[in-house]
């Protein structure tokens, strides 16, 4: 390969628009997260002073942020394994047939991913309607009920994780579906030769082989879900109880509803040290995979 | 073996039924907005609910572009998407400078790159805020559109694709004087027809479902776009499910009729399994 300057052209722009958007904002952060920076010393910034670790310490004895924490913990350890082994199951399923009715189940699955979350809410805020909603209509024919989803603290969080869940699975699906029509047909049918049926097929054959895609689709979703905003924000505002506040949602609120950009800002450097943490611990159970199988 | 070949169409067959059932789970929540949108606000409230609306009405469609300020969010959000779009092609020539380039500080910048993915929106939020308030880009389109335009997911999915397409080639366009740039738009754009469409349609999504960002930024109606302007119908209209629904069904529609048509294009350029 040629080696000059026009590889740098190339990625200048977008490299130049991620280091000003993206990576200089993370050392702004921290330098505001050591500060009192409020409203006011956006207009003057001769106002702002230099607090040392205290937004640190308040935070951490602030029982909110701590709720917040529990939350996003809680959003992660049930979301995370839902997204991963519904989106799979769904893209074996679909991966079995190759006609229309397969294909189209692809866009059905596939419809919640890009539709826009303030649009959903609208749907799913009458579907948890605990007096006019459907749902809670569809249980009363089963005499359960009525649940009142979103507005009852022990099943906000759950109801929430319904949507996200549903609107997770499509872009996973179809990340594990390209994956698995990437394996060659050959293995399946040497297997079946060995007499291996369809459910030893998918264990010893297709899991294995999606072993990238599985730990590609892990780590993005493990980041999603420690992010988890538009749905508390658009349909609880974090509510009831601070039941379904996410630790992205605090961050949010503290900023700009409450002007404390300081204080948010502290909350969202501890945000970012979590979701390295996380994912470095993932990437090491990668490699370490990798040098087991040699 | 033909009672293998039976076995085999049976199970195909109680996969398709299980599909099928799930399949009508899923798409539920939009078939009930859609029709819920041609209700009136009275029939959406009765206790006991139907599919189908009694007498379709027109009415919370007009009453969003006639009385509510939709056209303008339509005309703003479509701005943003189609400036999105500039994006897209910045992402491109840094995905094809990273697959097909050797140079001083690539694995260093494409770490980087990768790494902004794990930067929550939420740490770079209030700074991105403070620099744009610096420069007056606040309540501007522009600000809205400038900090998303380059995308950590986008140049991977097209760094991986790229990584494909032979070396030979390019080579010997090389050794018939072509130009760098003109190689990058008439043989590499040419040629990754499925990324483009895929990192398209990604855009049009993204750019025509963009919420938090110009709720952000922009301060004044004139800027709003359609997501935006539809929580705010949902606050000041919240007991109106009608008129949301039909909100709710012009976001959605138009996304759904852009992604089947070209669905198919998606599965190509997905493949992520495995790093070149």
């Given amino acids: ?294 | 073996m033909n009672s293998h070949k039976n076995a085999q169409m049976s199970f195909k067959l109680f996969i398709g039924i299980l599909l099928g059932v799930l399949g009508i789970m899923t798409f539920f929540p939009f078939l009930w907005m859609i029709f819920s949108s041609f209700k009136t606000n009275a029939e959406i409230n009765q206790i006991v609910p139907s599919l189908f609306p009694k007498d379709a009405t027109f009415d919370n469609f007009k009453e969003l572009f006639f009385r509510l300020n939709f056209g303008t969010y339509l005309k703003n959000t479509l701005i943003i998407t189609a400036c999105s779009f500039i994006g897209l092609l910045l992402n491109a020539m840094a995905g094809y400078g990273f697959a097909k380039f050797d140079f001083k500080g690539k694995n260093g910048l494409f770490l980087m790159v990768l790494a902004t993915m794990m930067i929550p929106g939420q740490v770079t939020m209030i700074p991105v805020y403070l620099l744009l308030n610096s420069v007056g880009l606040t309540n501007t389109l522009i600000g809205i559109v400038l900090p998303g335009l380059a995308g950590a997911f986008g140049i991977f999915l097209f760094r991986q694709f790229m990584n494909t397409i032979s070396n030979e080639m390019l080579e010997a366009a090389r050794l018939d004087g072509a130009s760098e740039w003109y190689i990058f738009f008439k043989i590499i754009l040419p040629v990754s027809r499925p990324i483009l469409a895929v990192q398209g349609i990604l855009t049009f999504i993204g750019g025509w479902n963009s919420f938090l960002w110009p709720l952000i930024i922009a301060n004044d109606e004139k800027y709003y776009t359609l997501s935006v302007g539809l929580q705010l119908l949902q606050g000041q209209h919240g007991s109106n499910y009608a008129l949301q629904m039909a909100g709710a069904t012009f976001m959605v529609i138009p996304i759904l009729i852009v992604f089947s048509i070209f669905q198919k294009y998606i599965l190509q350029g997905f493949n992520v399994s495995g790093i070149k």
């Fill in chain 1, 1 to 294: 390969m040629k080696k000059s300057k026009s590889p740098y052209f190339f990625i200048a722009p977008a490299v130049a628009l991620l280091l000003v958007f993206s990576i200089i904002p993370i050392f702004i952060a921290i330098t505001i997260s050591f500060t009192d920076m409020s409203l006011a010393g956006l207009a003057d910034f001769s106002r702002i002073k230099f607090v040392g670790l205290d937004n640190y310490l308040n935070i951490f004895n602030d029982k909110v942020f701590g709720q917040a924490m529990f939350n996003t913990a809680y959003y992660v350890v049930i979301g995370v394994p839902l997204v991963i082994l519904s989106s799979l199951a769904l893209a074996i399923m679909i991966n079995f047939g190759e006609n229309k009715f397969f294909s189209f189940m692809r866009l059905v699955f596939y419809s919640p991913s890009i539709t826009n979350t303030v649009a959903v809410s609208v749907v799913w805020m009458y579907l948890y309607n605990p007096t006019i909603g459907l749902l809670n209509h569809l249980l009363s024919f089963l005499n359960i009920g009525p649940i009142m989803w979103l507005t009852d603290p022990s099943t906000s969080k759950l109801s929430l994780i319904i949507i996200a869940v549903w609107k997770a699975i499509g872009l996973n699906m179809l990340i594990f579906l390209a994956a698995i029509q990437g394996i060659p047909k050959e293995y399946y049918e040497a297997a079946e030769i060995d007499g291996a049926n369809k459910w030893q097929q998918i264990l010893k054959i297709t899991i294995p082989l999606l072993k990238f895609s599985i730990f590609f689709v892990t780590v993005t979703t493990l980041i999603g879900w420690f992010q988890f905003f538009d749905e508390p924000f658009v349909m609880t505002k974090g509510g009831p109880l601070d039941s379904t506040l996410s630790v992205a949602l605090f961050i949010y609120q503290r900023g700009f509803q409450y002007n404390k950009f300081g204080y948010a800002a502290a909350g969202s450097v501890i945000l970012f040290i979590a979701i390295i943490i996380v994912t470095s611990i993932q990437m090491k159970i990668q490699t370490k995979q990798k040098e087991n199988e040699g």
